[in-house]
């Protein structure tokens, strides 16, 4: 290889990883048209960063309906895990994001999908006392009795972690 091939590939690489770097924070920032106009371009939607982020775990970690709802009929993976084991669902429960949890339920994410050490979408939205979460999520047949790697429900977790309204919608269950 010449130094000019050199010198391009490394050109090639910096513009590559920008605009990775870019779509990545599009999905972030919630910017529909940049990524509708990528996913129109042959963008794959399960695109995933160098920390198993996809854009759908970015788009609805930060509460992006729009971009999340682009991606999911793109066919982006609702059950696509991180490195951390964590998927879309959990994140949208552990901010209390009814309208992101609902949105995910419905395009066939598992209510009673595990992270590695057990817990479901529904101990993380009980654990943060996200009461409006957590009555969605028992209705969608999430298992109040699930338990945790130590053993721990969504209602002891929640009171453990001094949960004021959860933990007694829990236990009526």
Known sequence: MSDDDAAANAELDEATI???????????????????????????PNMR?????????????????????????????????????????????FKGDFAMAELLISHGASVNARSPDDKTALMFAAMFDNAEVVDFLLAQDADPHATDSRGMTASELASALGATQTPAMLDAV
Do not use: C, V
């Open 49 to 93: 960063n160098d920390k198993g982020d996809s854009l759908l775990m970015l788009a609805s970690y930060h509460g992006h309906l729009e971009a999340t709802r682009l991606l999911l009929e793109q066919g982006a993976d609702p059950e696509m895990y991180n490195d951390n084991g964590h998927h879309p669902l959990s994140g949208a429960a």
């Open 18 to 44: 920008r605009l990775a770097t870019e779509i990545f924070n599009s999905a972030r920032n919630g910017e529909s048209e940049k990524l509708r106009g990528w996913l129109a371009q042959g963008l794959p």
